[in-house]
């Protein structure tokens, strides 16, 4: 994934300012999209790309599908052990 993000930077830098600012705004967007998953409990703070993550194994109430723009509106952040 590291490698990937460095490969795209890279790409970028050669991009005209134009260029840059649509495709970091599709991703953006793309990225905002994406499906993740969240405990409900009281306790939650994070959220998961795996419905299976060993994070989510303790959880208290229901675990939900949300879009990763929503778990962060929800102030989740990425689970430790999907980091």
């Not at 590291?2 to 490969?7: C, I, N, P, T, V």
């Not at 705004?25 to 993740?36: D, H, Q």
């Not at 998953?37 to 939650?44: A, D, K, L, R």
């Not at 994070?55 to 952040?77: Q, Y």
Request: hydrophobic share 35%.
């Amino acid at each position: 994934m590291k490698l990937f993000l460095l490969s795209f930077f890279i790409l970028l830098i050669s991009l005209d300012t134009t260029t840059y600012n649509q495709i970091a705004k599709n991703i953006k967007n793309k990225a905002s999209e994406s499906t993740v998953y969240v405990c409900t409990g009281p306790s939650s703070k994070k959220y998961h790309f795996t419905k299976s993550c060993r994070g989510l194994s303790r959880c208290s109430k229901d675990i939900v599908k949300v879009t990763l723009g929503k778990a962060k509106e929800m102030k989740r952040t990425l689970c430790g052990w999907e980091d």
